[in-house]
């Protein structure tokens, strides 16, 4: 793969991987606030989150997107880069074996 590919792709998966994650934080403070019972027993997720942006600020839904961003983003680039490297080793490796890899997890 050469270096403007892994650029490409890197790049393109790191800014789908924070799209995605800035699309999700507002489900996952919901979702964590519900589990803690900070709005009371009865409250649904609709619940939770009016209450959240009438009381605290539509800014709260996006607490803690900040190591959320980070982890996600970094892992997601790190993956896609990195995943036709290992296949192509791991294919070059087997290829050389003459099917050793492939008796071994077939149980021969």
Same mark, same amino acid.
């Given at each position: 793969m050469s270096n403007n590919q892994s650029w490409k792709i890197g790049s393109s998966s790191l800014l789908a991987a924070g799209f995605a994650e800035l699309c999700t934080i507002p489900i996952d403070?919901?979702?964590?606030? !519900?589990?803690? @019972?900070? =709005?009371?027993?009865?409250?649904?997720?609709?619940?939770?989150?009016?209450?959240?942006?009438?009381?605290?600020?539509?800014?709260? !839904?996006?607490? @803690?997107? =900040?190591p959320s961003l980070l982890r996600q983003t970094?892992?997601?680039?790190?993956t896609m880069i990195m995943f036709p490297v290992f296949?192509?080793?791991?294919?070059?490796?087997?290829?050389?074996?003459?099917?050793?890899?492939?008796?071994?997890?077939l149980g021969a």
């Open positions: 403070v919901a979702k964590v606030r !519900l589990q803690a @019972g900070a =709005s009371g027993m009865n409250s649904s997720m609709a619940s939770v989150v009016s209450d959240i942006w009438k009381n605290e600020s539509p800014r709260a !839904l996006y607490k @803690g997107s =900040s970094g892992y997601t680039a790190i296949k192509d080793t791991i294919c070059t490796v087997h290829a050389t074996m003459n099917g050793c890899f492939q008796e071994g997890l």
